[in-house]
């Protein structure tokens, strides 16, 4: 399984990003139905769920996203999105895409998941 973020970036409060994770083409065919989302891990916090879209295209968020973020997938390009609009300096941390394969959630990454290299994303003025 191999799953490659991108988008990361620095933004000024208020503005927005999109990030990109681009699955093979054999991780997108075997697990592709699966729940694929974004997770996020700020300096010296704990990781937490942000969104997921699980193979039936329901959506979950984190209640500190919601009605920012949007998490998306094209089938055609393998690719998960996170569209993240109205970013705030708390929105800071390293952003992981994860294929969770146990439970399909934002509350929780129990059990065995696939997880990328993680983009970074800085919000400051």
């Known amino acids: 399984v191999h799953l490659e973020e991108s988008g990361g970036g620095s933004v000024q409060p208020g503005g927005s990003l999109r990030l990109s994770c681009v699955a093979s083409?054999?991780?997108?065919?075997?697990?592709?139905?699966?729940?694929m989302g974004w997770f996020r891990q700020a300096p010296g916090k704990k990781r937490e769920g942000v969104a997921i879209i699980d193979g039936s295209g329901r959506r979950m968020y984190s209640d500190s996203v919601k009605d920012r973020f949007t998490v998306s997938k094209d089938k055609t390009k393998y690719t998960l999105y996170l569209q993240m609009d109205s970013l705030k300096p708390e929105d800071t941390a390293v952003y992981y895409c994860?294929?969770?394969?146990?439970?399909?959630?934002?509350?929780?990454?129990?059990?065995?998941?696939?997880w990328g290299q993680g983009t970074h994303v800085t919000v400051a003025s």
């Open positions: 994860v294929l969770l394969t146990t439970v399909c959630t934002v509350h929780s990454d129990a059990g065995r998941n696939y």
């Open positions: 083409e054999y991780t997108y065919s075997t697990y592709g139905y699966y729940c």
